[in-house]
């Protein structure tokens, strides 16, 4: 059994669309995108530096293209479907929830909105590798933090205003080994974000929205949704709202799944599966070179 998952924000680096617009109609496509967003996805994509791509609105809308992208590529029937945070808005169209060009405008509307709330106060996130959940997140509460992401395999994330940040790196929790800042500018999936909130939910009464021809399972709590109107009620409320992808890693093993296959840009994703999920198989799409051994573990486990 096959799962097509889609990264979050942080695993884009800067040219990493270079080599997937080589593909046959590949540069047609992000050139559509871009017009129907008013944003240069190619140049972003391509040209721009970390900095650039490291701004909410246009890392968002760049994400879920390559994952687009990468999935139109591979052409492949998964059995299930999720993603990390913005990679849920991939994840929603692969299903067939809102088609490929409604996805690109929410996802401009979602990172618009956020880079906005961000903007309010200095905030941030920080990856805290080791350590007990149980131990680790009670320690984030008490410095006023939010454990925005829970990942699974010793990784949660850390999320709140800079000072708070900087008390955490000063004071890391029992048995966490590193503290590492994200490539994001905002304390994402936190109370941070309430006004992004509405504005995604204004966005998305304007969708044309179908139930999931795929198994589409939700970061909010690892469940299955069945229903295209509550896949998009827990986008609108996901920016504001834990990640728990470490349940959806159980979903998944629950499922039967033998093997994952990331979306472009992959990596982040497989990582954690690997230790998860010892036993399945995983591959990630970084550049169109992937392309044929993913297709070649699809053939292996894509009957279920």
Not at 101 to 126: I, K, N, Q, S
Not at 198 to 209: P, S
């Amino acid at each position: 059994m096959l799962v097509l998952v889609a990264p979050g924000q942080g695993a884009q680096t800067p040219g990493f669309l270079t080599p997937w617009l080589d593909l046959p109609g590949a540069a047609d496509r992000i050139a559509a995108w871009s017009d129907a967003i008013g944003l240069d996805l190619a140049h972003y994509g391509t040209h721009a530096d970390a900095d650039q791509i490291r701004d909410t609105a246009v890392a968002q809308p760049l994400l879920v293209a390559a994952g687009l992208l990468s999935a139109a590529a591979l052409d492949a029937s998964p059995s299930v479907i999720a993603g990390h945070s913005v990679g849920e808005i991939t994840a929603a169209a692969l299903a067939g929830v809102i088609d490929d060009e409604a996805a690109l405008r929410f996802v401009r509307t979602r990172g618009l909105g956020m880079a906005e709330a961000a903007a309010v106060t200095e905030t941030g996130m920080a990856a805290l590798l080791g350590g007990d959940p149980d131990v680790t997140i009670p320690h984030l509460e008490k410095l006023g933090l939010t454990a925005a992401n829970v990942n699974g395999s010793g990784q949660i994330v850390a999320a709140g205003t800079a000072a708070q940040i900087a008390a955490l790196e000063a004071d890391m929790p029992e048995g966490v080994r590193r503290v590492v800042a994200l490539k994001v500018a905002g304390a994402f999936h936190t109370h941070h974000m309430a006004p992004a909130v509405e504005k995604l939910r204004a966005a998305a009464g304007d969708l044309t929205v179908s139930d999931p021809t795929v198994r589409y399972v939700s970061n909010a709590d690892g469940h299955t949704v069945a229903t295209g109107t509550e896949v998009i009620a827990r986008l609108v409320g996901q920016v504001a709202n834990p990640v728990r992808w470490d349940l959806c890693m159980e979903t998944f093993r629950t499922l039967g799944v033998t093997a994952l296959v990331e979306l472009s840009p992959g990596g982040t994703l497989t990582g954690l599966a690997k230790r998860a999920l010892p036993g399945v198989k995983t591959l990630a799409l970084k550049t169109p070179d992937d392309l044929d051994a993913a297709r070649a573990l699809i053939s292996e486990h894509a009957g279920a």
